[in-house]
């Protein structure tokens, strides 16, 4: 995953947190290479070719392995929604996908 804080543009979605990692972004018109077809897009540090990296409109669930020596193994699971439709105000682009954290027994 890649740190949202590297980026120039960080937009605060949760105050009370100080370090985030991006997660997706949706391709935008202007990257789609005349497809009328956009996709919301993994932000990966590196690109694999055994599974997908960029999705269709439609519903999705994530599972995230998180790994580190003073914390063990964690896992969190997400599911996005994303309604596949462009906007170019970006409040109202962030109506457009939803994702929420899920709680798995």
């Known amino acids: ?14 105050p009370n947190r ?7 972004h949706i391709s935008s018109p202007k990257d789609s ?6 996709h919301f897009v993994l932000d990966l540090n590196e690109i694999l070719f055994a599974q997908p ?4 409109a439609g519903k999705y669930e ?3 392995g998180l790994y580190s020596e003073n914390a063990g193994h964690q ?5 996005v929604s994303w309604s596949g439709k462009w906007n170019e105000n970006e409040g109202e682009m962030f109506k457009e996908m939803v ?7």
């Open 62 to 64: 994530m599972q995230f």
């Open 99 to 105: 994702i929420r954290r899920k709680v798995v027994d």
């Open 75 to 79: 896992e969190i699971y997400f599911e």
């Open 33 to 38: 290479l005349g497809s009328e077809v956009l």
């Open 18 to 24: 100080r370090y985030y990692c991006d997660l997706c």
């Open 1 to 14: 995953m890649n740190w949202s804080i590297l980026h120039e543009k960080f937009i605060d979605i949760n």
């Open 53 to 56: 990296s960029s999705f269709p």
